[in-house]
């Protein structure tokens, strides 16, 4: 249902600003497809679990992250309420805000 799955979204997003567990970040990318540093600039940003959620998921983000249990990364396409709760922590740019914006309305 379409409606419940906008409210879903609302309602966790909400949550996660009032715990303060939502991280935006102007640009989200990484230099090279390895995982070690991957997890290196995550915990650079103090991050030890958490989703990624971009409007374009680069070869980069996904080859770096993909190994990694305590981390995913997806777009705003294949965001789902169910994976935003598995995490601490949601890291999210701020065009993929945007986008969701857009959807929810």
């Known amino acids: 249902n379409k409606k419940m799955y906008k409210r879903a979204l609302r309602s966790i997003f909400s949550e996660l600003i009032r715990t303060e567990s939502l991280i935006v970040l102007q640009n989200f990318a990484c230099d090279s497809g390895k995982t070690k540093d991957f997890a290196k600039k995550m915990n650079d940003m103090g991050v030890k679990n958490a989703m990624i959620v971009m409007t374009e998921v680069g070869e980069f983000e996904y080859l770096g992250s993909r190994n990694l249990i305590d981390f995913d990364v997806c777009d705003t396409t294949t ?9 601490e922590n949601v890291v999210i740019t701020e065009s993929a805000i945007k986008q969701i914006e857009e959807h929810l309305q």
């Open 79 to 87: 965001l789902d309420p169910v994976s935003l709760l598995k995490f």
